[in-house]
């Protein structure tokens, strides 16, 4: 279940709607209620998002309404693997950008994701946001530059510092 929570003073996002699925679904191969399987308090790859289907498919996750000022610092993590077809390059890369509103905040471009379960993170400063509060989704989509390749997401998490 999507969460909002605090740790020693930090503000703690995690996934809690799906607002477009868009060829991406759950571990299952069914689910469209993407957020119920990337919102752990501690990551796991039991449960999953993938767009196995390869192509430019977008999804877009929400984070939950806090109505607190924007931090100064801010971490988004996201783990993910890419899920290798035979036989195709490995010219691609994987975006996740985070939104406010209409607005990208920060653009993430993974290239060459490995195909185990892997977290990245980046710093999102309070410049970067234009909210005063946090209201922030973000969407979810390969890029292939030779091929198709697919990907596999099993945790986000944002953190306002």
Not at 100 to 108: A, Q
Not at 115 to 121: G, H, M, N, R, Y
Not at 139 to 144: A, E, K, M, P, R
Request: proline content about 6%; glycine content about 8%.
């Amino acid at each position: 279940m999507g969460r909002m929570g605090s740790s020693a003073g930090q503000i703690i996002m995690r996934p809690n709607s799906t607002i477009l699925s868009n060829l991406w679904r759950q571990e299952d191969g069914i689910g469209i209620q993407l957020h119920q399987s990337i919102d752990e308090a501690v990551p796991s790859d039991v449960d999953f998002i993938s767009n196995l289907l390869g192509h430019a498919s977008i999804c877009d996750i929400g984070l939950p309404v806090v109505a607190v000022p924007v931090r100064p610092l801010n971490v988004f993590k996201i783990r993910c693997k890419r899920i290798p077809f035979a036989g195709v390059p490995e010219l691609h890369k994987f975006v996740c950008e985070v939104m406010d509103g209409g607005l990208t905040v920060k653009l993430i471009e993974l290239f060459a994701v490995p195909e185990s379960d892997t977290t990245f993170q980046v710093q999102i400063t309070k410049a970067e946001i234009p909210s005063a509060t946090y209201a922030l989704h973000f969407l979810l989509y390969g890029q292939n530059l030779a091929g198709d390749a697919a990907y596999s997401v099993s945790w986000v998490e944002m953190r306002g510092l």
